[in-house]
């Protein structure tokens, strides 16, 4: 049986990975990590969260939450790593970066039919070969890319977010509570009264920031912007944005702050949480400096900054086929975030159909050809030929489903039909015979 190459060990890499290997076809993985690392990767693991540790919501109607448990549902490495590194986080799904990236390498590893080279990817082999090397990709890969896709030159900017430790965040200025009492009280909430908000934010858009070559803010994807971007476009723009008081109310006085800041727990044991939304770009000092004024973060350590990186993507409505293979050389398949796909579980979801239908080409198999009437196979679409105008990278949502057809009372409910609809789709497609073959080791 013919080997697949998978180059890059991410997120959509090691889903593909794991997708093909189970079903019994040899897999060459190829991680330029722990010899080489992208200026915002520090782990040799695979699949590292170098931005949010959150997956975001699990709520059925929501649609990130509904692609996470089609993907469930069909046996997604990402997804059983991600709930047995589980951490506190109200509705939403966060992890212990740590040990979901150290479950996914250990799992990959322990298959036999997986070979594990650590170099750098260079060269596009021949066969079939799925390109899963990120928007961090190497310049020597990048170049390749370039090759194959002369129309690939589009780029987007990613910001992450700083890291405090909880034991040096002042509790006397901050409460643990989730945004409407949903769920348990998992976030730590920073409060600023409308003075000590006006003050951050006039120091905030003036801050200096690191050099970025060719920055500009229209540069910069809406999902991950940095705050003090944010900051720039009013001055109540955070208060309308990440730091929202709304369904917050303070314990101490029973009342909503007039903003709030929120932390979300980075590991398992609870010992560090970042900032969310605070994405930035600027300087170590000029972080430390300006976040700092808020009340809570007063004396608050820093262990992770944060940092700007460049992301680059390639115009797949012109370039990829529904299974997200390039439609002038079929053998050649990418998977993750290059693709256009936004948000780490997207990323998984892609690298997961790509997995099923390389392995259903290579067995002989007819291919699953996932409908819009699920997400998984909607955001496929969307990225191969759905998108209006400007290709933007995208998260899923429930416009880019197929519509019901009939009406539903209420968004939470309507939401809800599609989702019922979509995962009653994905358990008649785990009936394929792609599906029965699969080793659960």
Not at 64 to 89: C, F, P, T, W
Not at 199 to 211: D, G, H, Q, R
Not at 349 to 358: D, F, P, Q
Request: hydrophobic content about 40%; proline content about 5%.
């Amino acid at each position: 049986m013919q080997t697949v190459t998978v180059l890059g060990a991410g997120l959509a890499g090691s889903e593909c990975a794991w997708q093909l290997a189970k079903r019994g076809i040899p897999v060459r993985l190829v991680e330029m990590k722990p010899l080489k690392k992208s200026p915002a990767h520090s782990s040799d693991y695979f699949a590292e969260l170098v931005c949010s540790n959150s997956l975001r919501s699990d709520e059925l109607t929501n649609a990130v939450g509904l692609l996470k448990e089609e993907m469930r549902r069909l046996g997604s490495l990402i997804l059983e790593s991600a709930d047995l590194n589980r951490v506190a986080a109200g509705g939403a799904l966060a992890v212990d970066r740590v040990g979901f990236s150290r479950t996914i390498t250990e799992r990959l590893q322990a298959l036999p039919n997986v070979e594990i080279v650590h170099a750098e990817a260079d060269t596009i082999p021949e066969g079939e070969v799925v390109i899963a090397t990120g928007p961090l990709s190497s310049d020597a890969i990048a170049d390749r890319i370039a090759a194959l896709c002369p129309e690939s030159d589009l780029h987007f900017y990613d910001a992450v977010a700083p890291i405090v430790t909880l034991e040096s965040v002042d509790m006397e200025s901050a409460f643990f509570a989730s945004r409407y009492d949903k769920g348990t009280a998992d976030y730590v909430n920073c409060p600023m009264d409308k003075e000590e908000y006006l003050s951050f934010v006039t120091e905030l858009v003036s801050a200096k920031e690191a050099p970025v070559h060719g920055f500009d803010d229209s540069g910069v994807f809406e999902g991950c912007m940095p705050v003090e971007v944010m900051a720039r476009r009013g001055v109540d723009t955070l208060r309308y944005g990440p730091l929202k008081p709304v369904g917050l109310r303070d314990p101490r006085t029973g009342k909503e702050n007039y903003a709030v800041v929120q932390l979300r727990r980075d590991n398992a044991d609870g010992t560090l949480y970042n900032l969310v939304g605070f994405q930035t770009h600027l300087t170590w000092g000029e972080q430390k400096r300006v976040f700092s004024m808020i009340p809570a973060l007063k004396n608050a350590e820093f262990v992770r900054y944060g940092v700007m990186h460049r992301n680059t993507y390639l115009n797949s409505p012109q370039l990829l086929d529904r299974y997200y293979r390039l439609r002038s050389d079929p053998r050649i398949s990418f998977a993750g975030q290059m693709t256009g796909v936004e948000g780490y579980v997207e990323s998984a979801a892609s690298g997961m159909l790509v997995g099923i239908e390389t392995a259903a080409r290579v067995l002989g198999l007819p291919p699953v050809d996932f409908p819009q009437e699920t997400a998984i196979g909607a955001l496929g679409l969307y990225i191969s030929g759905g998108s209006v105008g400007d290709f933007q990278p995208m998260n899923i949502n429930f416009g880019i489903i197929s519509p019901l057809g009939y009406r539903v009372k209420g968004k939470r409910n309507k939401n809800a039909e599609i989702s019922r609809r979509s995962l009653e789709w994905i358990d008649k497609i785990r009936e394929k015979e792609i599906f029965s073959n699969e080793d659960h080791r």
